[in-house]
């Protein structure tokens, strides 16, 4: 199981952008098989920091997510408009109430 949290900051003119972003990606990856993989999207309280939190079952799954075109073209644009780098963070898992 490999696990990762990603939060990052985008500038404020580009936060609606991002959430396009997102929307798009995470549209593409429900096509895939969500047995192999979680990958979730939540916003702090300031409404432009972002956390990413994905858990794949093995490193194809995570190469594959990791390469689909609308991802690619989200991390491009959110790349081009930081107001913080992304802090990414590997995590080992404890527990869960879902088994992947």
Known sequence: MIAVQVTYTVLDHFVDQNVKNINAFLEDFKSLDNEMFNYSVYALEN??????LS?????????????????????????ENLESEPVIQVLDLIGSSKAL
């Open 47 to 52: 409404q432009k920091t972002f956390v990413h």
């Open 55 to 79: 858990q794949y079952n093995n490193p194809a799954i995570q190469q594959e997510l990791l390469n689909i075109p609308s991802f690619l073209s989200f991390q491009k644009q959110r790349d």
